[in-house]
């Protein structure tokens, strides 16, 4: 038993993770080169390696002929007769090759092929230990800066948060601790090539993961996610549990499981809404916290029309057009948002409509009803999907609804 190589290649394969069976043909190999390089050629080399022990014999096969033409490929009938004197002409010997008579050129081909493969097998192990976890997060140790990057050690690789993945504003300190999202794992031929990011959408859906049981096991189902990193993101959640609130779950008691994830994406404000199969009401759940009088999707064309109240329009667009734009994004509709006085003006409402709200405010309606508009009926007709609000009224017995508006009594 080769007691010696047996524990070399036990601890390569506890430290760097390679497998002895890797490193043993490795070594085979080698010694094939080293018999090349010393004979000249390697065509008639055998290797045995015991699996097991660890013990191993390099024999070259020599046609036994009368006179001797090619040394490297035969051997005489006196020579052969030494070794086993059952060979005659026209057999194989197999010749014992000691590696010791190995010239020194030829030894270290030998040892530089064997550190080779180690460092081959060390890169590939890195790689795919990584590579699994592309398209998740990490955690990752920041070390320094490279001008406008930011090098990350990620524990057995390095990866570098180029100033693209960073979020404005964001700043780290050496040795603190921060969550990444892999973006990609390349391989390259020195090592594995990790791309991060902080502004990537997918890193607020991991971190919610992590945080959330609910979504974690599939009972809460992120549908989708509009990001403006370091600013604001919307994100719309939908509950395969009829008994699972999905906002509430993300939320968590107190806020504390959406306070984690803000926390780490360093102050982030994250809207979390009411995901829905309707566009209209997703389109109306999306400008949230803009209250909207009526929505009309088109899901053909994926464009929608959207009423606010007049004193909501600059709520509903956001500053800078920051919420209709993540609205948009959210949802995937392009957004067109007026206000009642402009809506009414384009035709879209009644022109007596700001009056027959207020009649019916007159006459005291304090229920919940959703305004229809004309065209429509229950919230819904042919051509769109439209929904919306007409202010919280309540019918009266024997009231009639005033002309031109229908109204609609919701479920709460």
């Known amino acids: 038993m080769n007691t010696e190589l047996m524990e070399a290649l036990t601890i390569l394969e506890k430290e760097k993770n390679i497998s002895r069976d890797v490193m043993m043909d490795a070594i085979e190999n080698s010694l094939i080169s080293a018999c090349k390089n010393h004979f000249g050629t390697a065509e008639n080399i055998k290797v045995i390696m015991d699996r097991e ?5 390099v024999y070259a096969e020599k046609k036994v002929v009368e006179e001797v033409t090619e040394p490297a490929l035969e051997i005489s009938l006196e020579d052969a007769e030494k070794i086993d004197s059952a060979l005659q002409i026209g057999d194989v010997a197999q010749i014992p090759v000691q590696s010791k008579e190995f010239g020194r050129i030829a030894t270290q081909n030998a040892k530089n092929l064997i550190l080779q493969k180690i460092r081959e097998e060390e890169r590939k192990v890195v790689f795919d230990q990584y590579f699994e976890k592309e398209k998740d997060i990490v955690t990752g140790i920041v070390q320094r800066y490279a001008g406008k990057n930011i090098s990350i050690n990620l524990g057995r690789a390095d990866a570098m948060l180029t100033e693209n993945e960073q979020v404005k504003g964001e700043t780290f300190k050496p040795t603190e601790r921060i969550k990444l999202y892999v973006v990609e794992v390349k ?27 609910e979504v974690r096991e599939g009972i809460v189902e992120i549908k989708s996610i509009a990001r403006e990193a370091g600013s604001r993101t919307k994100m719309a959640v939908w509950s395969n549990d009829p008994d699972v609130d999905p ?88 957004i067109d948002i007026k206000s009642e006085t402009q809506a009414i003006e384009a035709g879209d409402l009644p022109e007596n409509y700001m009056e027959q709200m207020g009649l019916m405010g007159e006459e005291g309606y304090t229920g919940d009803y959703e305004y229809a508009g004309e065209g429509a009926y ?35």
């Open 378 to 412: 229950d919230g819904y007709d042919e051509d769109y999907d439209y929904v919306g609000y007409g202010g919280d009224y309540e019918e009266p017995d024997g009231q009639d609804e005033p002309d031109g508006i229908e109204l609609v009594e919701t479920e709460n």
């Open 187 to 213: 391989n390259t031929p020195k090592g594995p090539k990790i791309l991060v990011s902080r502004t990537h959408p997918e890193l607020v859906k991991r971190l919610f993961e992590a945080e959330v049981a």
């Open 247 to 334: 906002v509430g779950a993300c939320v968590g008691m107190n806020g504390a499981r959406v306070n984690a994830v803000v926390q780490e994406l360093r102050g982030e404000k994250i809207d979390i809404i009411n995901w829905d199969e309707n566009p209209a009401l997703l389109i109306e759940n999306a400008l949230s916290p803009a209250k909207v009088i009526s929505v009309m999707a088109d899901p053909e064309e994926k464009v929608a029309s959207v009423i606010v109240p007049d004193y909501q329009l600059s709520l509903a667009i956001g500053k800078e057009g920051q919420n209709a734009r993540l609205a948009a994004r959210l949802t995937g509709y392009k």
């Open 53 to 57: 022990t660890c013990d191993y014999a």
